[in-house]
């Protein structure tokens, strides 16, 4: 006999296969769409797409790259200009990071939740500072000293520093409200 309990638990296990399966299967064209709502069409329009895994989806022409997902499987979309590229290998190595430029990423598809003062963190433990960003910019200084003055907590309002106190530090600039949960 099935009982209630059971049924949503093959309920539960179908859906999530079949949204895996959907995933595997998405096509090129939906990966680079996705990409590319990540930037206003001025940068995305002519950008490099590149999935996650480093293969290149679509070459571009303006120094930008344009990601379907952030990491495999999230479907949150990023576009960073060749500085943010750098940092993001770095974050993903573990390795140092400095910049002699600005750098600027765009997520205007927002972000899923970070811990704002450790990017290595997955566990949600309480008093941490979770956050999760609708649409927004973020900008790397050369200088941490050009950070001086500006809050990281994360609701404060206006802009804030993410990571203040690792090589990967940068002011988020949100630039519609966060999604109510």
């Avoid at 949503?8 to 064209?29: K, M, N, P, R, Y």
Wanted: glycine share 6%; hydrophobic share 40%; net charge negative.
């Amino acid at each position: 006999m099935l009982t209630p309990r059971y049924f949503a638990a093959v309920l539960s296990l179908t859906a999530c296969l079949l949204t895996a399966s959907a995933f595997a299967q998405e096509s090129g064209a939906a990966k680079i769409q996705r990409a590319m709502s990540a930037a206003p069409d001025t940068v995305s329009a002519r950008a490099m797409i590149m999935d996650t895994d480093g293969t290149t989806l679509r070459a571009g022409n303006n120094g930008w790259t344009c990601m379907p997902s952030v990491m495999p499987g999230d479907r949150i979309p990023m576009c960073n200009d060749a500085v943010w590229m750098k940092l993001m290998q770095a974050l993903a190595n573990k390795q140092p990071f400095k910049t002699d430029k600005i750098g600027i990423s765009y997520m205007l598809k927002g972000d899923i939740p970070t811990n704002n003062d450790d990017p290595y963190d997955t566990s949600r433990d309480e008093g941490e500072p979770w956050v999760e960003e609708g649409p927004h910019l973020m900008i790397l200084v050369p200088d941490k000293a050009m950070l001086e003055g500006i809050s990281n907590d994360p609701n404060s309002g206006g802009p804030y520093v993410m990571w203040k106190d690792t090589p990967y530090a940068h002011i988020m600039v949100p630039v519609a409200p966060r999604q109510k949960k």
